[in-house]
T-cell receptor
Framework: AQKVTQAQTEISVVEKEDVTLDCVYE???????LFWYKQPPSGELVFLIR??????QNEISGRYSWNFQKSTSSFNFTITASQVVDSAVYFC??????????????FGAGTTVTVRA | GAGVSQSPSNKVTEKGKDVELRCDPI?????LYWYRQSLGQGLEFLIY????????KSGLPSDRFSAERTGGSVSTLTIQRTQQEDSAVYLC???????????FGPGTRLTVT
């Protein structure tokens, strides 16, 4: 069974602060994919990133960066110099299509980020 | 470059009625997924279609829920004899193939009174 845990329910920061969202996952599969999605107040889930389990390189995209550590089963997400437009619910998700043909996404409960001006 | 579209955006129905929710995936995407987002349960997988293969129905919560995908494109999720606990946002997603990132539609907010 797969499980994704986002322990932080809500995070509130002032603009320009950095914010890190934690994601811890459980899976019996040795190959899997990890994802982050953003859900702004408009409601539509927006894809941010996908990582393969065999690629542990950290990734940076603009103000976003991701730290994948297989040893601790974590895939954390950092927003640097946050902006009001970053206010949203962020979901971490897991799928394991390569090994178990499990294409569905197992989502964490989400972390609500509020960035105050 | 249209994204995933869903209709209706909002649906209010009386308990016991049947409802149909529609999803139009991104053109060329072979995989289509339905999820449900509710306050108590978070984001839950419902069903997955991949090409002409038999769908993965493992997430459907009861036999009142069914879905079909005609011609490998548009999908309809049907809920029969709706119950108040069916109230949720129903999200559709598509991907180029099963291993690719999924792109989500805006959802249908279903309210059962």
């Amino acid at each position: 069974a797969q499980k994704v845990t986002q322990a932080q329910t809500e995070i509130s920061v002032v603009e320009k602060e950095d914010v890190t969202l934690d994601c811890v996952y459980e899976t019996r599969d040795t190959t899997y994919y990890l994802f982050w999605y953003k859900q702004p107040p408009s409601g539509e889930l927006v894809f941010l990133i996908r990582r393969n389990s065999f690629d542990e390189q950290n990734e940076i995209s603009g103000r976003y960066s991701w730290n994948f550590q297989k040893s601790t089963s974590s895939f954390n997400f950092t927003i640097t110099a946050s902006q009001v437009v970053d206010s949203a619910v962020y979901f971490c998700a897991l799928s394991a299509p390569l090994q178990s043909n499990d294409y569905k996404l197992s989502f964490g409960a989400g972390t609500t980020v509020t960035v105050r001006a | 470059g249209a994204g995933v579209s869903q209709s209706p955006s909002n649906k209010v129905t009386e308990k016991g009625k049947d409802v149909e929710l529609r999803c139009d995936p991104i053109s060329g995407h072979t995989a289509l997924y339905w999820y449900r987002q509710s306050l108590g349960q978070g984001l839950e997988f419902l069903i997955y279609f991949q090409g002409n293969s038999a769908p993965d129905k493992s997430g459907l919560p009861s036999d009142r829920f069914s879905a079909e995908r005609t011609g490998g494109s548009v999908s309809t999720l049907t809920i029969q004899r709706t119950q108040q606990e069916d109230s949720a946002v129903y999200l559709c997603a598509s991907s180029q193939w099963g291993q690719d990132e999924q792109y989500f539609g805006p959802g249908t907010r279903l309210t059962v009174t």
